[in-house]
């Protein structure tokens, strides 16, 4: 079992256990554990809601280049920090992670 640490979009901080590719991405674990409003296309990286920043990672967040990249910096915020959550796979990779819900503009 691994645990994230989220900041949702109201402030609040959760703890968030999950399995290996419990979902298919880090968006769909935040969409069915918190509720908040993101993804809205799904998880194919086309929308920008799943916006979330990295504040700390035991593995280094580089920034997929293209869609990603093209997708994040045509949000009125963005960070050197700045990932979409649906382009991160579940894996040990996300594990003990501070992150923060940004979501769309
Ligand atoms: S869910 Fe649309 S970009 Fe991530």
């Known amino acids: 079992m691994y645990t994230i640490n989220v900041i949702d979009t109201i402030g609040d901080v959760h703890v968030l256990e999950f399995k290996k590719f419990e979902y298919r991405n880090l968006m769909e674990l935040l ?9 809205d296309c799904k998880g194919r990286g086309l929308c920008g809601t799943c916006h979330i920043r990295v504040h700390s990672s035991h593995t280094s967040m580089q920034f997929f280049e293209g869609l990603e990249h093209n997708i994040l910096k045509n949000q009125l915020e963005y960070y050197p920090n700045s990932r979409l959550a649906c382009q991160i796979l579940l894996d040990e990779h996300v594990d003990t992670m501070q992150i923060e819900i940004i979501g769309g503009d």
């Open 31 to 39: 969409v069915n554990r918190l509720y908040d409003e993101i993804g």
